[in-house]
């Protein structure tokens, strides 16, 4: 089980930043990985916290999240002598920081600047160019730092996101549970129910996330990084994933860019707890009010891409057992599923 060592989640907390780092006991040189416009529009709040506290820094701005730029980030560092990595921005920069770190075996920092999915938290990296469309297990950040006054100001979009792949914790516990009684899987009980509390609370408060309430900003951030320490105990990726997230990465072969992750998983939940026999309307109904969408035309694909990703989504891994190992769809059932819950 490994574990963040400090997560500090507050208003206006980035200007601490560098006591942060201090009070991990880190030293030397921070590699700080991020893209341009975050580099624009906290750059100066970063450096004058890493200053203060006598910090040795420098830039990279990443690119896309694959593997040949994590490659180029290793060499970057490695030239540089760096002994720290600090991810700031929403997924890429994240994923890139965290796989660099985790390959160079050093100490990673997560500072998330939007709330749009776990992997702020998590030990799992979404890396493309490595033959699989699902997140890869890399380590978690040992520091995590949420400037709430930061991720507010993010677009809601990507906050709505980040409920959609909280709001997927339902159906991944459900997957997990089954895959439990039927494969005889190991299943976190504590792993499982952190992760579906992360998921209750945000339905729970759909209204005042949709509303843009503050408060509730800060809600969905811990609610995502406790997903993502959930994901940290069960040692897999289990307590956050099942088969809406198999929907999403299959339409993602399907559609690239189709939707952001959360959006897709969003969408694939409503499904997949149909197919469960869950009260699906009312988790449709809390995606609704976060102003998450809730249909293929919202995210741009067609009904023929949605059946065809619900057809593909069990062949995605065939290591992770779910409910379309039961209930295998095919294309009339498939069709059926995805009219009957509005989403085509
Ligand atoms: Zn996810």
Redesign the pocket.
């Known amino acids: 089980m490994e574990l963040p060592r400090k997560i500090l989640i507050g208003y206006g907390v980035l200007s601490r930043l560098g006591e942060f780092l201090k009070n991990l006991d880190l030293n030397g040189k921070v590699l700080i990985i991020s893209g341009e416009n975050v580099k624009k529009r906290l750059g100066n709040r970063v450096e004058d916290s890493l200053i203060t506290h006598e910090f040795n820094f420098l830039w990279y701005c990443a690119k896309e999240a694959t593997i040949n730029e994590v490659k180029r980030v290793e060499e970057f560092a490695k030239s540089k002598g760096v002994s720290v990595i600090l991810g700031v921005g929403g997924g890429k920069s994240i994923d890139i920081a965290k796989l660099t770190a985790s390959n160079m075996n050093l100490p990673f920092v997560s500072v998330p600047t939007s709330a749009s999915?776990?992997?702020i938290s998590s030990p799992f990296a979404s890396i493309k160019g490595l033959n699989r469309p699902y997140?890869i297990i890399s380590r978690p950040p040992i520091g995590i730092l949420g400037d709430i006054d930061v991720i507010y100001e993010a677009p809601k979009r990507l906050l709505a996101s980040g409920c959609g792949?909280l709001i997927?914790k339902i159906t991944a516990v459900k997957d997990w549970e089954l895959a439990r009684d039927i494969k005889k899987e190991y299943f976190g009980n504590y792993a499982a129910n952190l992760a579906r509390m992360s998921a209750e609370i945000v339905i729970k408060e759909s209204e005042g996330i949709g509303k843009g309430l503050k408060e509730c900003v800060r809600d969905v951030v811990e609610a995502l990084i406790s997903a993502g320490v959930a994901a940290g105990i069960a040692g897999s990726?289990r307590p956050?994933?099942g088969s809406e997230?198999l929907f999403?990465h299959a339409l993602s072969i399907i559609a690239p860019n189709a939707g952001l992750?959360?959006e897709r998983?969003g969408i694939g939940t409503i499904m997949i707890a149909k197919l469960y026999g869950m009260d699906w309307e009312s988790l449709r109904k809390s995606l609704l009010n976060i102003h998450a969408p809730t249909s293929a035309m919202e995210i741009g694909v067609s009904e023929e891409q949605v059946v065809e990703a619900l057809l593909l989504a069990s062949t995605i891994r065939p290591d992770r057992f779910t409910i379309l190992n039961v209930k295998k769809l095919d294309y009339e059932s498939a069709l059926k599923l995805a009219r009957s819950t509005y989403v085509t």
């Open positions: 999915h776990d992997g997140s792949d997927a990726s956050c994933s997230h999403s992750h959360g998983c």
